[in-house]
């Protein structure tokens, strides 16, 4: 992970002075348990080139986590990345130039806009490529971005997620780097740390002068906050902050308004509310459980349900809440991931003390691979897993389901695209990292209908969670029923 900055043109050297680092010395130091080097490749006085690079320690990385014993903890990329990690790491060693604090003979500098082109990578992120260009272009870069070469027969790389930025125009070095060291976790939807209302003050100090009118700030404040309670009190504190200087006498009223205006706004991807009953305030429901519970109402209403299989059932919270409906004989949690398996596990072993529940049956399995101990049951459910499948896989996935396993009832859940926009998401953007795709209402209509074209099933389509007009419901979920006449046949 590393950021190159290079200056050119006249007194292009004193960038040396800002950052307080001899051009003539090696910087290498341990920070946070990563090395951290920096040491120009370039220098004179029409030019200079630094080159600021981190390496952690991949233990290091994960010792400290409870999933540390957990393999798949080493199994990734951030150690590579230029991350939050990558940010916290060089923040210390750039003091200097971040606070526009030189030696006195050269304050006159830090405002100073120099010619710069700064190039850092890899970073990984879920935006597309029109998004990146918009966070920086606003701030006048020229900005390119860069995918790193690679021998495939498929077209793999094009797809990927790994990209080299470089961007070239005329900034200082304080903002420059401040713009780097907050859009660079933006970028990569990453925090290594608990978020918490210490993010507000990094947000002013490194947003000063450029964050208040850019174009994408909201987007950059959701993926830096990420919660909702967060986002509205950053809001407000700004809205306040606002206020005050403009008059005293209305605050508590523009307060107020301004609180109501981002809960409205802010509909957080993962919650929703219950209805309220008269004088009591309900708890906040998470979309998630809304799933389960709307699952499980179709799953009462049916005459057969005694054989369940729950694919992709991850840690097996959906399998021990079914547990204990009355009518169910077997679950069959199948799940691919090892880990989830354990946790899965450790859930079930709970449901011991319940008298009136079965223990689901933890089961290692993909939809890739089929397997003859899961045809013929009477529910077959898929919980938000299709859209984690690439979309070319998927029509032969749902072909061995409906020809080979046949359930009864087939249940498949997934978000619904168009709901994006109401948890104000950039129109390319996807709602977990893992996503292969998000279908609108009628995709989803079409691709079901599509599924059953040979198949002896009938579909009904609904949604799960909130409404709003324009925009349906943030999950979308379709029946498949096995029709009464091909079965006796």
């Known amino acids: 992970m590393h950021i190159t900055l290079k200056a050119t043109g006249t007194n292009a050297g004193m960038i040396s002075h800002l950052l307080a680092k001899n051009p003539y010395n090696t910087y290498d130091r341990t920070e946070k348990g990563a090395r951290v080097r920096m040491v120009y490749t370039v220098f004179t006085e029409e030019e200079a080139e630094i080159v600021i690079?981190?390496?952690?320690?991949?233990?290091?990385?994960?010792?400290?986590?409870?999933?540390?014993?957990?393999?798949?903890?080493?199994?990734?990329?951030?150690?590579?990345?230029?991350?939050?990690?990558?940010?916290?790491?060089?923040?210390?060693?750039?003091?200097?130039?971040?606070?526009?604090?030189?030696?006195?003979?050269?304050?006159?500098?830090?405002?100073?806009?120099?010619?710069?082109?700064?190039?850092?990578?890899?970073?990984?992120s879920d935006l597309p490529d029109s998004?990146?260009?918009?966070?920086?272009?606003?701030?006048?870069?020229?900005?390119?971005?860069?995918?790193?070469?690679?021998?495939?027969?498929?077209?793999?790389?094009?797809?990927?997620?790994?990209?080299?930025?470089?961007?070239?125009?005329h900034?200082?070095?304080?903002?420059?780097?401040?713009?780097?060291?907050?859009?660079?976790?933006?970028?990569?939807?990453?925090k290594h740390y608990y978020i918490s209302e210490e993010e507000f003050d990094k947000l002013r100090r490194y947003g000063e002068g450029w964050l208040p009118e850019h174009p994408l700030r909201e987007l950059i404040i959701r993926r830096t906050l990420r919660f909702t309670n967060l986002i509205e009190q950053f809001e407000q504190s700004e809205q306040s902050a606002s206020a005050s200087a403009e008059t005293t006498g209305t605050k508590k009223h523009i307060e107020k308004d301004t609180v109501q205006a981002q809960k409205d706004k802010h509909e957080q991807v993962q919650q929703q509310e219950q209805p309220q009953e008269e004088g009591k305030q309900?708890?906040?429901?998470?979309?998630?459980?809304?799933?389960?519970?709307?699952?499980?109402?179709?799953?009462?209403?049916?005459?057969?349900?005694?054989?369940?299989?729950?694919?992709?059932?991850?840690?097996?919270?959906?399998?021990?809440?079914?547990a204990r409906m009355t009518g169910i004989e077997e679950i069959w949690a199948v799940e691919p991931s090892a880990y989830a398996q354990?946790?899965?596990?450790?859930?079930?072993?709970?449901?011991?003390?319940?008298?009136?529940?079965?223990?689901?049956?933890?089961?290692?399995?993909?939809?890739?691979?089929?397997d003859e101990q899961l045809r013929g049951k009477d529910v077959m459910i898929l919980c938000e897993v299709i859209e984690h499948v690439d979309e070319h896989r998927l029509n032969r996935v749902m072909k061995t389901i409906v020809t080979e396993y046949q359930p009864n009832v087939l249940i498949v859940t997934t978000p619904n695209r168009e709901y994006n926009e109401v948890y104000r998401m950039n129109q390319q953007e996807l709602r977990h990292g893992d996503h292969r795709f998000e279908w609108n209402r009628s995709e989803f209509q079409e691709q079901c209908e599509q599924w059953i074209e040979e198949a002896p099933y009938s579909v009904a389509l609904k949604g799960i969670g909130e409404e709003i007009e324009g925009f349906g419901q943030p999950t979308q979920m379709a029946i498949f029923t096995r029709r009464k006449e091909q079965k006796e046949a």
């Open 53 to 124: 690079q981190a390496s952690p320690d991949s233990i290091d990385l994960v010792k400290n986590s409870p999933d540390s014993y957990d393999i798949t903890q080493y199994i990734n990329d951030r150690e590579f990345v230029t991350s939050s990690l990558f940010c916290t790491y060089i923040r210390g060693s750039l003091g200097t130039a971040l606070n526009g604090k030189p030696k006195e003979d050269y304050e006159g500098w830090v405002t100073h806009p120099f010619s710069l082109e700064l190039s850092f990578g890899p970073v990984a």
């Open 131 to 169: 998004v990146v260009e918009g966070l920086f272009a606003p701030l006048g870069y020229h900005v390119a971005i860069e995918r790193g070469e690679a021998d495939y027969s498929f077209q793999l790389k094009n797809r990927s997620t790994v990209r080299y930025v470089t961007l070239s125009g």
């Open 171 to 190: 900034q200082t070095v304080q903002y420059a780097l401040r713009q780097l060291l907050l859009l660079i976790p933006v970028l990569d939807n990453y």
């Open 282 to 322: 309900q708890p906040t429901v998470r979309l998630n459980e809304l799933r389960y519970q709307a699952i499980m109402d179709v799953i009462r209403k049916l005459p057969r349900r005694q054989k369940i299989v729950d694919f992709g059932s991850g840690e097996g919270k959906l399998s021990a809440r079914m």
């Open 342 to 370: 354990v946790r899965a596990m450790e859930r079930f072993a709970k449901l011991e003390r319940h008298t009136d529940a079965i223990i689901p049956t933890p089961m290692m399995g993909s939809l890739f691979y089929y």
